[in-house]
């Protein structure tokens, strides 16, 4: 099984800040890794598919970088709507790392 | 616009079992794959597993392999999972979910972008 491995746990920011989170694959996916972003209460919603594709209606801020087992996700000037938990899911056997929690 | 709109939730005594279903409506059934994804109280999300309608085939995740039967009702639009052997760490929220696009990237238990409303499914004795 492919194990997904999200750093850091927590990262707390500022509004207006660079947020940087990162997703490492225990196997090569290729470029098959997602983000997805979940607030309390609600489902998760995919930002990012492929590792670097937006979802539709996703804010440019967010982007996705990476391939074979390193990928990043980056949200340049972090709005106040972004703080929530972050996770990232590849395509091979559809693990879901532990996910990052974004705070203030 | 395609929902997806699941059944309502459950309490269930230990060692039983628990069906819980999803209804597409809005869109077409068979041509996506159907995710199920749970979330225990404070944890992370955990792919269970998921169907393709058109082909009638299952695919699951290890851990569950042996506890989880997805299966899916093409007239009705409606995918079930049913959990059996419950224990208390089965407590959770289960979603069902899918992608929007079509082609061969529905085919895949990823990227999902429509998702249920979630089933609470608490275990206790």
């Known amino acids: 099984e492919i194990v997904l491995t999200q750093s850091p746990a927590t990262l707390s920011l500022s509004p207006g800040e660079r947020a940087t989170l990162s997703c490492r694959a225990s196997?090569?996916?290729?470029?098959?890794l997602a983000w997805y972003q979940q607030k309390p209460g609600q489902a998760p919603r995919l930002l990012i598919y492929?590792?670097?594709n937006r979802a539709t209606g996703i804010p440019a801020r967010f982007s996705g970088s990476g391939s074979g087992t390193d990928f990043t996700l980056t949200i340049d000037s972090v709005a106040p709507e972004d703080f929530a938990l972050y996770y990232c899911?590849?395509?091979?056997?559809?693990?879901f790392g532990q996910g990052t929690k974004l705070e203030i | 616009q395609v929902q997806l709109v699941q059944s309502g939730a459950e309490v269930k005594k230990p060692g039983s079992s628990v069906k819980v279903s999803c209804r597409t409506s809005g869109g077409t059934f068979t041509t996506h794959a159907i995710s199920w994804v749970r979330q225990a109280p404070g944890q992370g999300l955990e792919w269970l597993g998921g169907i393709n309608p058109m082909y009638e085939t299952s695919n699951y995740a290890q851990k569950f392999r042996d506890r989880v039967t997805i299966t899916a009702d093409e007239p009705t639009s409606t995918a079930f999972m049913e959990l059996t052997s419950l224990r208390s760490e089965d407590t959770a929220v289960y979603y069902c979910?899918?992608?929007?696009?079509?082609?061969?990237?529905?085919?895949?238990?990823?990227?999902?972008?429509?998702w249920g409303q979630g089933t609470s499914v608490t275990v206790s004795s």
């Open positions: 979910a899918r992608r929007s696009v079509g082609g061969e990237d529905a085919t895949f238990f990823y990227a999902m972008d429509i």
């Open positions: 492929d590792t670097s």
């Open positions: 899911q590849q395509r091979s056997t559809y693990t």
């Open positions: 196997q090569f996916v290729g470029r098959f």
